[in-house]
Structures are given as structure tokens and as C-alpha cells.
């Protein structure tokens, strides 16, 4: 028997985005198999049970084309990411714009701010991939969100 907060969880907010994704991608077991994850994790998403890392989300957004804030937050359009790059190009291969050092410096001071207010400690790499992952999406809306930055931290955390 489900209760009414884990329908509502599987029925809006992230679990139904990545259903909407995945239906056009295929099943959990080949999403699973294309992000090297298992399928029982990604049905736990689809679920509303857990959510993916930061890592994980990136992988998902690749394989199914899909812009990471909308993924996360429903803001935008699905399907922006479809002009982005290239799909039979490795992730991050698709030419892109010279480095902004003035936003990459306010989105690690950001991510930073949030790591220390949330009291989340990062290893290295994650703390990485959390700082690119966030420079990408701030370049993309034209500065950093804090609500996006604050999900995410809480993602990878």
C-alpha cells in the first residue's frame, strides 16, 4: 500500500520527469545499461525512493538528451538539449565557448557557500564534477541559480 506523499512523488517532480525521458529512451533496465547503473537504482528514482548523484544525473541528461535543470527542477524545455551537441559525441566533446573566468569564479564561490551553510563535506572529485556541472547550467541561464545550487549540492551530497 503506497501512501499519498510517495504517489505524489512518483506522479510529479523528478520521478515524472525522468519517466517522460525515459519513455522516449526505452526501458529502466536500458537506461540502467547505458549509465552503468542498476536497474534496481533507477527504479528507486522512478519511484521517488532516492535520487541519482550528481554523476548519475549528468549520465541520464547525456544518454537522453535532456537539459539538467529541467531534469532536476522543470524549469525550460526537455528537449533544448536535442540542439546542444552532437549525441554521437562523447559528452563534453561539442565545441564550447571560451572558459568565463568571472562566472566560474562566482559559481565555486556559490557552491562553496552552499557546501559550507548545508555543513556537506565533498571529496574531491565530486566536489569537481558538482562545480562543473554547475558552471554549465549558470552559463547556459546567464548566471548561477542558488535554488539549483542548492539541489544539486544536496544531490551529491
Given amino acids: 500500500m503506497s501512501t499519498p506523499l510517495i504517489e505524489t512523488r512518483q506522479t510529479s517532480g523528478f520521478p515524472a520527469r525522468l519517466r517522460e525521458r525515459l519513455e522516449r529512451f526505452g526501458s529502466a533496465q536500458a537506461l540502467a545499461l547505458a549509465i552503468q547503473r542498476s536497474e534496481s537504482a533507477v527504479r528507486?528514482?522512478?519511484?521517488?525512493?532516492?535520487?541519482?548523484?550528481?554523476t548519475d544525473l549528468r549520465a541520464i541528461c547525456?544518454?537522453?538528451?535532456?537539459?539538467?535543470?529541467?531534469?532536476?527542477?522543470?524549469?525550460?524545455s526537455p528537449e533544448e538539449a536535442a540542439v546542444l551537441r552532437d549525441p554521437s559525441a562523447p559528452y563534453g566533446a561539442a565545441a564550447r565557448p571560451p572558459?568565463?573566468?568571472?562566472?566560474?569564479?562566482?559559481?565555486?564561490?556559490?557552491?562553496?557557500?552552499?557546501?559550507?551553510q548545508s555543513g556537506t563535506t565533498l571529496p574531491a572529485f565530486k566536489q569537481a564534477t558538482l562545480i562543473a556541472a554547475c558552471y554549465d547550467l549558470a552559463r547556459d541561464e546567464g548566471g548561477p541559480?542558488?535554488?539549483?545550487?542548492?539541489?544539486?549540492?544536496?544531490?551529491?551530497?
Fill in 99 to 116: 572558459l568565463d573566468l568571472a562566472l566560474l569564479e562566482t559559481v565555486v564561490g556559490a557552491v562553496e557557500a552552499e557546501l559550507r
Fill in 145 to 157: 541559480d542558488p535554488q539549483l545550487i542548492a539541489r544539486l549540492v544536496k544531490l551529491a551530497g
Fill in 62 to 76: 547525456e544518454v537522453t538528451q535532456t537539459r539538467i535543470d529541467w531534469l532536476v527542477t522543470g524549469r525550460g
Fill in 44 to 54: 528507486k528514482w522512478l519511484r521517488g525512493r532516492s535520487e541519482p548523484s550528481v
